[in-house]
Structures are given as structure tokens and as C-alpha cells.
């Protein structure tokens, strides 16, 4: 199916196709652009005139994807947020927004999903510059053991199972997007920013972060992988009325359980909040997953891989370009996650 490349191509043609996948009597006469976001991805809110005005249908959506100038560098991006839509939200609890339709173009640069707009009443979308209670974190970590434990070594992404397509942080296009910022001039281009500023002086060596990086691709290959979210930072989770964390935005990925627990508990928390509460979240999240029949890792391994972890969301966002986020939510995650990789020892445990 072809998918539109531009705002004009979002026609009542189009968009009747797209969703005829999952509602095949639907019939769209009108389409109204209410919104344009734009970011990584853009995201559309369009308000359909539906020809059978008797039947209920969603009054507005999400139209997702890629229009920007930016975006044919970003179609492995696109297309593994489709594939999560498409492939895994079908079997995986995690509470995200109701897919209306997932697929690709294989003639372009596009995959587009069309997804519940979550702008209704009592939902809360959460914000990177307001920091979380424990409550709130405690619950969120939850919902990450229960998806974890769903895919823990499970032979699901074993080659040949169902999520083999599902890479890792250090392999494909995620080592080929770290490179591209480890390159001596970008470096140096981000090392002058504000947020650099934020950290302690040995966190801006481009060499060893490098070196820190390969340090954690080679240590995750002791732990048991799961299937991830991808990217957990507040910009990309919201609560429901009753209380529920939700999840949105992902960039579904491989690997062990640390990586994202750790780079969200850090993003999440302010540094004072943080330092108190850090291990008690973590000891929480380890209980939970064993809630879930998983055979969770005891405290003191699992308290020196959260400490070396903390390095993969420091350089996620001294590198986080600010057509993605601003410079002032990137440097509110950079001195978190600073002041964290300070605090826990990491840049000694990622020497080794």
C-alpha cells in the first residue's frame, strides 16, 4: 500500500484504505487536520467524517510517521515503531494506544501507524522537566517486569521465533545511529552545549565513552534478554484516569532487563529523590519480576549492572539532537543521569 509522504496525501481515499484493514465497512468522506507535531517522527491529528455517522468511531487520531526533511535517515526508526504496533502489541501486556492500522511502503523512506488519540479527559501525558513520585515510579516498574517477564529468555526471539527481527542496543542500525555521534567533529559539536556542561569533565571523553559502550554490549551478553519498550524517558509514557502507566512512542529492542529499567528510574526521579529511594525502586522492580514466576537476579549483581547502565542514557542524551528534544529537556536528563553515573561509580565500573 502506498502511504503518504505529505499532509496533502492524508486523503479521505487514503485513510479509508488504511482502515478498512481492521474495519472493513468503514467509509471516510472528509479528513480535517486539526494538529501537526512535529519531531523524530510527526504526529498528525486528523478528525474524520465518517459517511455512517450511527456507528462509533473514533472522532479524532493519531496519524504517525515520517514527514520531515530529516526523515529518510530515520525509516529504521519508523519502521520498527510500526512493527511493534503491527507484531507486538498484540501479544505483549503493555498498556499503549488502540493501533488503528501499521504498515509500510516499501518503495519509500515511510511507515505510518494510525493510533487512539490520547487526548481525552483524565489522561496524564508525563513531562521530562516534572519528576516522579516513588509511587509513581514503583508502578511503572511494574508494568516493566510484568512485559518483561513475558519475553525472559523466551524462545520467541531465539532465531526462527516470532520477535527474531527484534535487535539489540549494540548491533544494526543502533550502532550505526552511536557512531554517527561519536565522530571527533559531532563530538566535540555536543560537548559544547549546555547540557555537557552539566556533567563532570570525564564524562565528556569521547574515547571512553566509546569505550564504555562496547564495555556494555559485551557485559549484556551475561544476562537474560527480554523484549524492551525502548526508549521509557517521561516524554513517552502517560497514566491513565485510574492510576494505570501507559506507554507510547516506543522503539521496541532487545536485552537485559537493566537497560531499561535503569534508564528509566534515572530519567523519572529527581537527583535528590533519586540517591533516596534508588535501590529500594530497584529492589521493588526485582520483587515484582519474581511476582511474575521469573527467576529475578539477586540485589548486589543487579545493583552493579543498574550503576554501569546508567552510561547508555548519559550518552543518549549528551548526543539527543534538539529537534528531538530541547536543549532544556536534554540537559534535565543529562545532569540526572550525570549525577547518577557520579554518584554510582560508573565511569570506574566501565574502565574495567
Not at 97 to 124: F, K, N, W
Not at 173 to 185: D, G, K, T
Not at 196 to 225: G, I, T
Request: proline share 6%; with cysteine.
Amino acid at each position: 500500500m502506498r502511504l503518504p509522504l505529505t499532509l496533502q496525501e492524508i486523503t479521505p481515499e487514503w485513510l479509508t484504505a488504511a482502515l478498512r484493514k481492521r474495519d472493513p465497512d468503514v467509509c471516510v468522506d472528509e479528513v480535517d487536520i486539526v494538529e501537526v507535531i512535529r519531531g523524530t517522527s510527526t504526529k498528525i491529528r486528523i478528525r474524520p467524517r465518517y459517511r455512517e455517522a450511527r456507528i462509533a468511531r473514533p472522532e479524532t487520531m493519531i496519524v504517525k510517521g515520517g514527514f520531515e526533511t530529516h526523515s529518510a535517515a530515520m525509516q529504521p526508526m519508523y519502521f520498527n515503531e510500526m512493527r511493534f504496533y503491527r507484531d507486538v502489541q498484540p501479544r505483549i501486556d503493555m498498556l499503549s494506544p488502540v493501533c488503528y492500522y501499521a504498515g509500510t511502503d516499501t518503495e519509500s523512506h515511510q511507515s505510518i501507524i494510525l493510533m487512539e488519540d490520547l487526548r481525552r479527559p483524565g489522561v496524564e501525558f508525563c513531562h521530562p522537566l516534572h519528576s516522579q513520585s516513588y509511587a509513581q515510579v514503583a508502578r511503572r516498574l511494574e508494568a516493566i517486569a510484568r512485559y518483561h517477564a513475558q519475553t525472559w529468555n523466551s524462545p520467541d526471539l531465539a532465531p526462527g521465533g516470532r520477535l527474531d527481527w527484534v535487535g539489540g542496543r549494540h548491533e544494526g542500525w543502533s550502532v550505526e545511529y552511536q557512531e554517527r555521534y561519536l565522530a571527533p567533529e559531532v563530538w566535540q559539536h555536543y560537548m559544547e552545549l549546555p547540557r555537557a556542561v552539566a556533567v563532570p569533565r570525564v564524562f565528556r571523553d569521547r574515547e571512553w565513552m566509546r569505550n564504555a559502550l562496547h564495555h556494555l554490549r559485551d557485559y549484556h551478553r551475561q544476562w537474560p534478554q527480554c523484549l524492551h519498550h525502548g526508549d521509557t524517558h517521561l516524554g513517552n509514557l502517560y497514566i491513565e484516569p485510574n492510576g494505570a502507566p501507559g506507554f507510547f512512542d516506543p522503539q521496541v529492542s532487545r536485552g537485559p532487563w537493566q537497560l531499561e529499567v535503569t534508564y528509566h528510574l534515572i530519567a523519572a526521579l529527581d537527583i535528590r529523590d533519586r540517591r533516596l529511594w534508588e535501590k529500594d525502586l530497584l529492589r521493588h522492580y526485582l520483587q515484582a519480576l519474581a511476582a511474575q514466576g521469573v527467576e529475578a537476579p539477586s540485589f548486589e549483581p543487579a545493583w552493579e549492572a543498574h550503576c554501569r547502565e546508567i552510561v547508555y542514557g548519559l550518552f543518549i542524551f549528551l548526543i539527543n539532537e534538539t529537534r528531538f528534544q530541547t536543549e532544556t529537556i536534554n540537559t534535565a536528563y543529562t545532569a540526572r543521569f550525570g549525577a547518577a553515573a557520579l554518584d554510582n561509580a560508573s565511569f570506574e565500573l566501565t574502565s574495567r
